[in-house]
């Protein structure tokens, strides 16, 4: 037996030399090229994905298969290639840099710097494309990766190694949210990914110009494809994110990345599509359009302790018009992931911030790793939250309330005043436990939504001065909250 296994391997290490001798020997030619893409004729042992070298010395990427022609996604927008090119190929992968260098840095999708600083120091190489860890590699999500924002870690709580998607019209906060959970990852040893495709500059520079100045960006690579990048570099970015975190994902790490956002990446890969004469199906999408955010998405897991513990946590946002959740990519979007926080422009509108739609939103495995503390507060307040926004669509009628409804409705309304949260004002999770814990005890039931805030504060120096763990007995927790509401120490 172990002889055919080394028979076979020496068998396939031929057949794999051979087929290289065949590359190396192999020259096409460019037939036409425009819009970041060439067609190629003339190299008929190219494979997908395969990179393609011009000889101005710039690259491209096969694309597109076809009978007589390759069609390849240029890789250099300076590239001097024009028909009648030649063209060679060595059975080459697109890879990008990855390690500790790249924190700090903003990047394009194939890791050169667009910040004006030095090349960057790469420990070594991933692919962009890459098979997604198998199931026996991967473990279960058990630790929290806390947001920071309270109706998220409360309501919706992330795990890491989990794919939740942020879901709603422009301008609702979507990019406002996946920027404070970033904010929020300060000390919580969490390498983050922020890529930005198909943003304006001016977008891009407002967005980096927050992380810096809030301290995030020590900790934080960006990647950028510009709304004036080519099709394909749009196409490549997020796929150059998710290999910059799997590098330090294999090295045990825990990363998240943001993709903002994947209705422009699907945009993109449409047009880029077309360029190549895919046919279009629903909505001029291309028919494996599923297929690109799965594979994409199916590389976020937490590995198991054999394989170093790391996880890759994925937070792709995806933009509806008029509050649709229903249409193509967000409905492809929402079967893939592992949970969706909704934000609602309704909500927005009222200065509800966040506008977390709580009863659309969810998350199937968050709750496995919340702290049992967190979970068990977590819990009730869930159940009253939800009660009170049954309840108060009755109030809308006028109908008369029974005694006991009219409390819910008042605690649920408390509720929402303590929920609204600033951007850029993460809260640690003790604090959280502490508010919560307030609540569920009805120490805040005298409060008046527009003093809650004032009382929530009480409770924040105290617990400054005299901090707890989220493991001390609920008891003790009790008796401190009671103790600073009374303005003690
Ligand atoms: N929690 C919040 N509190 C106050 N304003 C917010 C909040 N979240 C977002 N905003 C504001 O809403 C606007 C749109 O937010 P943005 O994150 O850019 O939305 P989107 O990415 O969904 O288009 C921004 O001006 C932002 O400052
Ligand atoms: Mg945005």
New binding site residues.
């Given amino acids: 037996m172990t002889a055919d296994v080394g028979m076979l391997d020496r068998l396939a290490r031929r057949v794999e030399g051979y087929r290289l001798t065949l590359r190396l020997g192999e020259k096409g030619r460019v037939a036409s090229v425009g819009d970041g893409i060439a067609w190629v004729y003339g190299l008929p042992s190219a494979a997908q994905d395969e990179i393609l070298f011009f000889e101005d010395g710039s690259r491209g990427m096969v694309f597109e298969l076809q009978a007589e022609r390759l069609g390849v996604i240029l890789l250099d927008p300076a590239a001097n290639v024009a028909s009648g090119s030649l063209v060679s190929h060595a059975g080459e992968r697109l890879e990008i840099g990855v390690g500790d260098g790249l924190l700090g840095r903003v990047i394009d999708p194939l890791g050169n710097p667009l910040d004006g600083l030095p090349p960057i120091a790469a420990d070594g190489f991933c692919a962009l494309e890459a098979e997604s860890p198998p199931i026996l590699a991967r473990d279960f999500v058990s630790r929290p990766l806390y947001t920071g924002i309270k109706v998220v870690d409360t309501l919706i709580p992330i795990g890491r190694g989990q794919r939740q998607l942020v879901i709603?019209?422009?301008?609702?906060?979507?990019?406002?949210?996946a920027?404070?959970t970033i904010v929020a990852q300060a000390g919580q040893d969490v390498r983050c990914i922020y890529v930005m495709i198909g943003q304006k500059r001016s977008e891009t520079a407002l967005v980096i110009d927050l992380l810096r100045r809030h301290e995030a960006l020590a900790y934080t690579t960006v990647v950028v494809a510009e709304a004036t990048a080519t099709p394909g570099m749009k196409y490549l970015a997020p796929f150059a994110g998710c290999a910059v975190a799997e590098g330090w994902m294999r090295r045990g790490e825990d990363t998240l990345v943001v993709y903002?956002?994947l209705t422009t990446h699907a945009r993109a890969y449409r047009e880029l599509s077309l360029l190549m004469h895919r046919p279009p199906g629903r909505e001029a999408f291309p028919g494996d359009i599923f297929y690109l955010h799965a594979r994409l998405l199916e590389r976020s897991t937490r590995l198991s302790p054999d394989y170093g513990g790391g996880s890759l946590t994925a937070m792709p946002?995806v933009?509806t018009e008029e509050g649709e959740i229903a249409t193509y990519i967000p409905t492809n979007l929402i079967s893939i992931t592992d949970g969706q926080i909704y934000?609602e422009r309704h909500l927005?509108a009222a200065g509800i911030?966040?506008?977390v739609d709580v009863p659309l939103s969810v998350s199937r495995i968050g709750g496995k790793a919340q702290h049992p503390r967190i979970k068990e507060e977590a819990g009730r307040i869930k159940l009253d939250y939800l009660q009170f926004l049954e309840l108060e669509v009755f109030t809308r009628f006028g109908t008369k309330l029974e005694a006991g409804t009219e409390t819910k409705i008042r605690r649920g309304r408390l509720l929402r005043e303590i929920l609204k949260?600033?951007?850029l004002n993460p809260l640690a999770a003790v604090f959280q436990l502490a508010w919560m814990s307030a609540f569920n005890e009805g120490l805040l039931d005298d409060c008046e939504p527009n003093s809650v805030a004032e009382t929530l504060h009480k409770i924040e120096a105290g617990l400054r001065r005299n901090p707890l763990a989220l493991d001390t007995a609920r008891n003790e927790w009790l008796a401190r909250l009671k103790n600073w509401l009374d303005g003690g120490p």
Avoid: H, I, M, N
């Fill in positions: 709603g019209d422009s301008g609702t906060g979507k990019t406002s949210l920027l404070d903002d956002d946002l933009e934000l927005f911030f966040p506008a949260q600033d951007r």
